[in-house]
């Protein structure tokens, strides 16, 4: 329902306020009627007794829903088809071709309620152009924070994305190309991959030494670092490197999955983010079918490291497979909710904490004034019942609605 005033909204004005029956502002659901004024792309004001603070001002209520801030998918690869299974076609790609590949992805994302994503690898940071434009805003999709393509050994993991690197000057030439490149994080591969042949995913791709060097070159220009690592022994490298975030973070050893529990007290004394990547649709193949197992262990782990107190960061890696379309974030949510979390714990993954693993908690991850207007909101209360996210059925990105029934054909 639109109130009267929304003629003026339609017209142009900045100012509009959207009502529903709750609020999980990124820490807690917050009780009362909230009300949240919106000026252009800022939260204005969040008024928890449903009060209109003036006659003329634009309310869209939403009913018996719950605002949430937009979703924040902290590990994504626009430039990934999760259909495709090799993907180093994309070496020989057309700079087009991916960039309208990556475009539809980033429509996907934002459609599931995913208002912010941190890619981390495309090719020829494409994604930080696609960044700069949806900032200028003369096209409409999710704040992206960007990568580049991810520095990997000679034929490493993911190599065909053009980020080859072997050697600590080689790195540290790596790391100067990504700062003049205007990237927001540094990625390395620290490990090999599941989905790239030659190097395994227990493989240490890197010396200690090596990702040293990657971290102090990132940090000299205050841009942190986060690193892809499935091997134990690239993941125990990467804390000793100073990293900030670690991907993955799997265990994984040539036959199965071993923790080791120093490296997370280590991990946790450090306050590294890590990028849990538990987002999958339920049904359908792994892209290895032998990874199954080995990927159940590494929930538990998780689950574990939870308790132990790391900052875990609910991500999907969209586009590495099938399992993990571009928008599947919800689905890793609900996971976490299984894995011991409260259902508060499993959104704040999602919401204010991947917000600081992003370097965005000053803007996103929270509803409260000063903040981005990237609001989404879903019927019920998905604090009771995280299958709620599936049904994301309100999107405001920047202050202007791009999804909502309320709403239809009046984007400004
Ligand atoms: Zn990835």
Known sequence: MVSSGAQQYIQGQRTWAVRAARLFDGHALRAGRPLVLIEDSRIAGVDMTGAVPSADLPVVDLGDATLLPGLIDSHVHLAFDPDDRSKQAMADEDDQATLSRMRAHAGQQLEAGVTTVRDLG???????????????????????????????????HCWFLGGEADGIAALEAAVEERIARDVDVVKVMATGGVTTPGWGPHQSQYSRDELAAVTRAAHAHGKPVTAHAHGRQGMADAVAAGVDGLEHASFFTEDGVEPDWKIVAAAVEAGIFI?????????????????????????????????????????????????????????GVIHFGSLGLTSTEALASVTSLAAQACGLAERKGRIAVGYDADLIAVPGNPLQELERLLDVRTVIRAGRTFKGPEMKGERR
Request: proline letters at 9%; aromatic letters at 6%.
């Open 275 to 331: 990028g849990a990547t538990e987002a999958w649709l339920p049904t359908g193949a792994m892209v290895a079918p032998h990874m199954a197992e080995r990927v159940a262990q590494r929930a538990e782990n998780f689950a574990r490291m939870h308790r132990e107190g790391a900052r875990l960061v609910c991500c999907s890696d969209a586009g590495a497979g099938p399992r993990k379309p571009h928008g599947v974030l919800p689905y």
């Open 122 to 156: 495309d090719r020829h940071f494409l994604a930080a152009s696609l960044r700069d434009r949806y900032a200028a805003g003369t096209e409409t999709g999710p704040e992206i924070v960007a990568a580049g393509p991810p520095i990997t050994r000679t034929r490493g």
